[in-house]
């Protein structure tokens, strides 16, 4: 990720499968930060005997602690399967539109820096582009997540994610693996573009200040940058779109965010906080660290 200049040109597909890997790659080392953040964002206080409320989740580490007690360790990478889709799908094709898309709206003449607007632009249009495609992957892996440990005897909605679904368009029909769309466009388009806009202008004014290099601290460093402005920007909407995708009672985007907003106040909206900044946060150095990396080998 950078903005134009002398650098080999990839291939569409070159940056489609190294997006795709980067992406995939990083899925699989924060997917229990996304576990524990799901959980947490769709959990709902219980009213105690004494007139308090309760919570049976606490804090990013205690949650994951929470569910590695009561259901097993591998319970915090439930979701993988369809995480893995969604990244190859939507990782894939964000990234790899981000560039073409900069150069429509710039032109292919530009030399330099491309101003922040184009940036952003181009972001949000891939965002929306790419979750469109990936969205039933996305509904698969927060239902999956979702489920904690069931009663005995209380069998499990889905086996797994093939059966997931199979089990969806059975019941409730082939729209519904895109349940919560408008949500989850609105959520991806703008954490899109808070990702790799600010990715790529942190980067370039990084480079600016004497001393720093196209390195590996300089990509972290980014990344983390465009970790935060993801989470600050998209909290609200990702909440939304995880309730919507883990409760069908909702009857429309609008319908969840009143309905949240009058029973648990505007907190609600960043619920999770610190769990999804945790997991964007190092979801975004891991993914720019490998994309970098591997784009290198495609520049040969």
Not at 209 to 232: E, R, S, Y
Request: charged share 15%; proline share 5%.
């Amino acid at each position: 990720m950078a903005d134009l200049g002398p650098q080999a040109e990839i291939s569409f597909a070159g940056t489609f499968f190294s997006s795709a890997f980067a992406a995939c790659f990083a899925e699989f080392c924060t997917i229990p930060l996304d576990t524990a953040k799901v959980r947490l964002q769709l959990q709902r206080r219980v009213s105690a005997g004494d007139g308090t409320n309760s919570a049976k989740y606490k804090g990013m580490l205690g949650t994951m602690v929470t569910i590695a007690r009561e259901e097993g360790l591998p319970a915090l990478w439930k979701g993988i399967v369809p995480g893995l889709h969604r990244q190859f799908l939507y990782g894939g094709l964000r990234i790899g539109l981000y560039d073409p898309f900069k150069l429509f709206f710039v032109g292919a003449l530009l030399i330099g820096d491309i101003p922040i607007f184009q940036k952003i632009l181009a972001a949000l249009l891939t965002g929306a582009i790419a979750i469109i495609v990936a969205n039933p992957t996305d509904l698969v892996k927060v239902r999956l997540q979702a489920e904690g440990k069931l009663p005995p005897g209380v069998p499990k909605r889905y086996s797994g994610a093939v059966d997931a679904y199979w089990t969806i368009i059975r019941q409730e029909g082939l729209f519904a693996l895109w349940t919560g769309l408008v949500p989850n466009i609105a959520r991806n388009a703008i954490v899109n573009a808070a990702e790799l806009a600010s990715y790529d202008h942190v980067k370039m004014t990084i480079l600016a200040i004497p001393g720093f290099t196209d390195n590996a601290l300089t990509h972290m460093l980014a990344g983390l940058g465009a970790g935060f402005f993801a989470v600050c920007i998209g909290s609200p909407v990702d909440v939304v779109k995880s309730r919507m995708m883990g409760d069908s009672t909702y009857r429309s985007t609008l319908d969840c965010f009143i309905k949240t907003l009058k029973n648990e106040g505007l907190s609600a909206f960043y619920k999770g906080f610190l769990p999804n900044f945790g997991r964007l946060g190092t979801w975004n150095v891991i993914m720019f660290l490998t994309l970098e990396q591997v784009k290198k080998i495609f520049r040969g």
